[in-house]
């Protein structure tokens, strides 16, 4: 039984999970060394809420329960009585590893320690523990009260108890579980690779410009963002860092080789929307603001057409790696990508409406062009297309 989680990282991620947990009636202890960012986290807790009871979804007694139910701490003894420790602090894997090691002395020899990380390696971090049986990964989206989706990967040295304690504890918290292989990105990191690398690949080929591709990908796509508004969003820093450690990860799969424009946009400090300039170029309210020739760009529909489809099929294609390696269930990435990134579609699902054959041959079709490893076929959507398959039977 759950009654007491520790949050380690008082951060926008570990402020949004305790939110989760204490709304569902777990107590909740928040640590954070600096005690400003835990005065800062209580702040936006108590904004959060306030806008809630604006907008009709809880009431004045529902927001003083969850706020009774979080307190903070300035020490890592502090959470030695959590049955759960979820950690969401920077990405650096010594930092995690030297945490985990310390926290462990503290806490019963049941309580299960967790990590937030996006694309680190659960085992690597495991090994940091006298008990690496107890340690596993539960991923969540941000900002984490909104996105149902959380990837929750054991380690090759988890036990199944863990593993299925906490599919139970966070179903309790009315999310969506996609239980996944502990490698490099989880699901969602790991098969949206190509909506931010190949559609940078497009513009900087130059068949299409920024605001061209972002128009493609939502007018026929469906998606809620382009991928430039996407990355700005993130922050083209973080955006490129995952990239990174998802490429090393794979040994240098050409399928997930980083973008010098990403790069140098990075080194330049124009990040996005917290920047004010990435992409694109935004106001004081993080809108973006008009470019003059933003409204000169053709409604070029064979274009749009091309780049959807491109775009789209190297999603597939991961999706479907995904599914050939045992990273996940069909359900679970589908629900990994409609829940965690708002996709309109699950990736598989939108390749039986496509049909596998178009797949293939869209993939062919590139690799016929470029002769790139980068546009190789899975070996699964080949096998597919042959035996006449479907991913979801009708």
Not at 80 to 90: K, M, N, R, V
Not at 209 to 219: E, G, H, P, Q, R
Not at 254 to 278: D, H, M, N, V, W
């Amino acid at each position: 039984m759950i009654q007491t989680v520790g949050i380690i990282g008082s951060g926008t991620m570990g402020s949004g999970i305790a939110q989760v947990a204490a709304t569902s009636g777990c107590k909740v202890k928040v640590f954070d060394t600096k005690q400003e960012a835990l005065d800062k986290s209580k702040q936006a807790l108590e904004k959060v809420l306030s806008r809630l009871i604006e907008k009709g979804r809880i009431d004045q007694g529902e927001k003083a329960r969850i706020q009774a139910n979080i307190s903070y701490v300035n020490t890592l003894k502090g959470l030695s009585d959590a049955d759960l420790t979820i950690e969401a602090i920077i990405e650096n894997l010594d930092i995690k590893k030297k945490v985990f090691s310390e926290l462990e002395t503290y806490v019963s020899e049941n309580a299960i320690i967790a990590s937030n990380t996006s694309s680190l390696s659960i085992a690597s971090i495991a090994s940091s523990l006298q008990k690496p049986e107890r340690c596993i990964g539960i991923h969540f989206f941000n900002p984490a009260p909104l996105m149902k989706l959380v990837e929750v990967i054991p380690a090759v040295q988890t036990s199944t108890q863990v593993t299925d304690k906490v599919m139970s504890i966070i179903k309790d918290w009315k999310k969506v579980v996609a239980l996944a292989k502990d490698t490099p990105g989880f699901i969602v990191n790991r098969v949206a690779r190509p909506f931010y690398g190949e559609s940078l690949r497009i513009y900087e080929e130059g068949l299409a410009d920024i605001t061209t591709i972002d128009k493609s990908l939502k007018t026929l796509g469906g998606f809620r963002m382009g991928p430039f508004e996407l990355m700005d969003f993130i922050g083209n820093d973080i955006n490129y860092t995952v990239t990174e450690t998802v490429f090393e990860a794979f040994y240098y799969d050409p399928r997930y080789k980083p973008s010098f424009t990403q790069k140098r946009l990075s080194e330049a400090g124009y990040l996005g929307r917290k920047s004010g300039k990435g992409y694109y170029e935004y106001n004081k309210n993080g809108t973006i603001i008009p470019n003059e020739a933003d409204s000169e760009v053709a409604n070029d529909e064979v274009q749009a057409q091309y780049i959807l489809d491109r775009v789209l099929a190297m999603l597939i294609n991961e999706a479907a790696d995904a599914l050939f390696w045992k990273i996940a269930s069909a359900e679970d990435i589908d629900n990994a990508m409609t829940k965690g990134v708002n996709y309109p579609k699950g990736l598989l699902s939108w390749a039986d409406e496509k049909g596998i054959d178009w797949c293939v041959n869209t993939l062919d079709n590139l690799y016929d062009e470029y002769h790139e490893d980068r546009y190789r076929c899975s070996p699964l959507l080949r096998k597919m297309a042959r035996e006449k398959r479907s991913f979801f039977s009708k």
